[in-house]
């Protein structure tokens, strides 16, 4: 045991005094600020103001889009001014400066109105297509969308038009086909002769879920929003959990066929054991991936406590984000499944790296693998909706799923008893693997040549 933990310590030094370690390390909280950042800051700067136009014969509904484009403008304005104020009150900033609108009407260019819709808009084609601008005050710009709405009242609804060549931002579309819907409504109650002050009052009704969950004690049931987001919380630490078991797996993979390629392995096997090198190597890759995950949750924890005291939603999903990150009942279980999905993962890879002579030669045996590791994401947020159905209980039993599986269902609670059941078989099947790997290992790290066939590698164990 002593030299393979002087085999873990140089293992670990190997690898936490590169580069790409700490680059790695550093990104991270790079990415979960720019997670934040970056949809406002593009949202503020990259995405511009959308200019579009309106047929409307009747002259009726120009007015509704108009008051829907200002009502629009005035949410998104007080939402600036909330966040302006608060960090005005913790650093002293400069005067608010309001948003951009997002969309805003203009007029028809000059000389394309027709004799009929059909000929106006045929004229307008050209702007539409982006081969001519339009002017906006006193500036070329591109026609975003053309609104031509019909001449009657009642083929609004179905004979209303929207023409843009952007299939991809719906937000000027969904906000006139609300706001026309809503007129309609009204229209439709006045007809009726429903009083005004009515339908304002039954427009306004809104139906709000006082969400329960019937496993808690009497008088405590009332579900808040930390526990709404604790449900979807295992799947970003399913996400991490695959992205570290990959990156210090093939870290680990890496480093054995280097180090068989330029027969330095020769040199470690004339002062230890296969086994013992074996076990060194799996130990102290095993250290870093401990390192990185306890840098990965560090900076999440202050990113998101940054992040926490911001105004809006997004400030309020950062604070309850900051309980789940150090919660014992997310972090303990993402800590064992990581290390037990690290030791299963690993001591087959480096069954599979002690066999091959480059990375090239280890590349032809990653897809399996990579087959395997898609089947949970790709079941992830299933999963979660489900954590205790049919297809969460049958991957659970499955121990090259079990680490990623059982981490996604920890927030659904599951069984003790599939708990304790499902850890076991996982560490005894961790057992198997590393004691079948280290039998490869042992006759094949000196092999060279051609990588084995799958059979061979049956072969390599089974030899004494």
């Known amino acids: 045991m002593k030299y393979s933990l002087l085999v873990a310590l140089r293992e670990y030094v190997e690898n936490v005094k590169t580069k790409g370690?700490?680059?790695?390390?550093?990104?991270?909280?790079?990415?979960?600020?720019?997670?934040?950042?970056?949809?406002?800051?593009?949202?503020?700067?990259?995405?511009?103001?959308?200019?579009?136009?309106?047929?409307?014969?009747?002259?009726e509904f120009v007015k509704v889009i108009d008051e829907?484009?200002?009502?629009?403008?005035?949410?998104?304005?007080?939402?600036?001014?909330?966040?302006w104020e608060a960090k005005k009150k913790s650093d002293g900033q400069a005067a608010f400066q309001p948003p951009k609108r997002s969309f805003v009407r203009v007029e028809l260019p000059a000389g394309v109105q027709g004799a009929t819709t059909e000929e106006t808009v045929r004229n307008l084609r050209p702007w539409l297509k982006g081969?001519?601008?339009?002017?906006?005050?006193?500036?070329?710009?591109?026609?975003f969308a053309l609104v031509v709405l019909p001449p009657l009242?009642?083929?609004?609804?179905?004979?209303?038009?929207?023409?843009?060549?952007?299939?991809?931002?719906?937000?000027?579309?969904?906000?006139?086909e609300r706001a026309l819907q809503a007129e309609l409504r009204n229209r439709e109650f006045l007809a009726l002769r429903v009083d005004k002050k009515d339908f304002e009052r039954i427009n306004k009704i809104e139906v709000e879920f006082d969400r329960k969950d019937p496993k808690k004690a009497a008088?405590?049931?009332?579900?808040?929003?930390?526990?709404?987001?604790?449900?979807?919380?295992?799947?970003?630490?399913?996400?991490?959990?695959?992205?570290?078991?990959?990156?210090?797996?093939?870290?680990?993979?890496?480093?054995?066929?280097?180090?068989?390629?330029?027969?330095?392995?020769?040199v470690l096997l004339s002062s230890v054991t296969p086994w013992e090198l074996m076990l060194g190597k799996l130990l102290g890759v095993a250290f870093v991936g401990v390192t990185m995950l306890v840098a990965w949750l560090a900076s999440l924890y202050g990113v998101l406590s940054f992040f926490a005291g911001g105004m809006g939603k997004g400030g309020q999903i950062a604070q309850i984000l900051v309980g789940l990150v150090v919660s014992p009942g997310l972090l303990i279980p993402f800590v064992a499944?990581?290390?037990?999905?690290?030791?299963?993962?690993?001591?087959?890879?480096?069954?599979?790296?002690?066999?091959?002579?480059?990375?090239?030669?280890?590349?032809?045996?990653?897809?399996?693998?990579?087959?395997?590791?898609?089947?949970?994401?790709?079941?992830?947020?299933?999963?979660?909706?489900?954590?205790?159905?049919?297809?969460?209980r049958v991957l659970s039993w499955?121990?090259?799923f079990t680490p990623f599986t059982m981490m996604n269902r920890m927030a659904g609670d599951?069984?003790?008893?599939?708990?304790?059941?499902?850890?076991?078989?996982?560490?005894?099947?961790?057992?198997?693997?590393?004691?079948?790997?280290?039998?490869?290992?042992?006759?094949?790290?000196?092999?060279?040549?051609q990588p084995p066939k799958l059979l061979e590698f049956l072969k390599l164990a089974r030899r004494s």
């Open 131 to 143: 081969d001519k601008k339009i002017d906006v005050e006193g500036k070329p710009d591109e026609l």
């Open 153 to 176: 009242e009642l083929s609004i609804a179905h004979g209303t038009q929207f023409w843009c060549s952007n299939l991809a931002d719906t937000g000027l579309s969904d906000l006139i």
């Open 219 to 266: 008088g405590e049931e009332k579900v808040s929003d930390a526990e709404q987001v604790r449900q979807w919380a295992p799947v970003g630490f399913v996400y991490m959990l695959f992205v570290a078991i990959m990156t210090v797996a093939q870290m680990l993979l890496q480093s054995t066929i280097e180090e068989k390629s330029t027969r330095i392995v020769e």
């Open 21 to 59: 370690f700490w680059i790695g390390i550093l990104l991270f909280p790079i990415l979960i600020a720019a997670s934040f950042q970056v949809p406002r800051l593009l949202e503020k700067f990259a995405k511009p103001t959308r200019s579009f136009c309106v047929i409307d014969p009747s002259g």
């Open 398 to 400: 499955v121990p090259v």
């Open 337 to 392: 499944y990581f290390l037990l999905g690290y030791l299963l993962y690993s001591s087959m890879l480096l069954a599979v790296g002690s066999t091959c002579n480059t990375l090239k030669d280890a590349q032809n045996f990653m897809g399996p693998v990579m087959t395997v590791l898609i089947v949970p994401l790709l079941t992830m947020t299933f999963i979660v909706q489900d954590p205790n159905g049919m297809l969460a």
């Open 414 to 449: 599951p069984p003790i008893w599939e708990i304790v059941g499902t850890f076991t078989l996982l560490v005894a099947t961790v057992a198997f693997a590393i004691w079948f790997s280290g039998r490869i290992f042992q006759n094949g790290i000196l092999r060279t040549g």
């Open 68 to 83: 829907a484009l200002d009502a629009s403008y005035a949410k998104k304005q007080k939402s600036a001014l909330d966040e």
